[in-house]
């Protein structure tokens, strides 16, 4: 079992940048690939950013690319997305969410169904 605690949302002008943190509770947080999801009003939730437990791997939306970091903190069960460059269409609730790392089916790690637990999300506002 993994609880997820999203925090760092809050209103930033276009340009800017925001930090979002998700903190895990349990021992095996090492072993879950960690994503973050975002879900704009009226729309459905769509994936951010991936990665994978040892931090090999990393993956991300083309709309984010090159302008969000994912990273992680094993030892601190934290994992962290860096949003630069903000722009109005990345507001949103943004969600961390925690994958089996062993998963060996064909979902792809884009696919909210490959997640087993979710935050609460943040709120993230870019004004123009």
């Known amino acids: 079992q993994v609880q997820l605690a999203e925090a760092g949302g809050g209103l930033v002008q276009a340009g800017g940048s925001l930090r979002l943190s998700c903190a895990a509770s349990?021992?095996?947080?090492?072993?879950?690939?960690m994503g973050w999801f975002r879900q704009a009003s009226g729309k459905e939730r769509e994936f951010v950013a991936a990665?994978?437990?040892?931090?090999?791997?990393?993956y991300y939306a083309d709309s984010v690319k090159g302008r969000f970091t994912i990273s992680r903190d094993n030892a601190k069960n934290t994992v962290y997305l860096q949003m630069n460059s903000l722009k109005p269409e990345d507001t949103a609730v943004y969600y961390c969410?925690?994958?089996?790392?062993?998963?060996?089916?064909?979902?792809?790690?884009?696919?909210?169904?490959?997640?087993?637990?979710w935050g609460q999300g943040t709120q993230v506002t870019v004004s123009s």
């Open positions: 349990g021992r095996t947080f090492s072993t879950y690939t």
């Open positions: 990665i994978s437990w040892n931090v090999v791997s990393r």
């Open positions: 969410a925690a994958a089996d790392q062993n998963y060996r089916g064909g979902t792809p790690i884009q696919s909210t169904v490959r997640y087993d637990y």
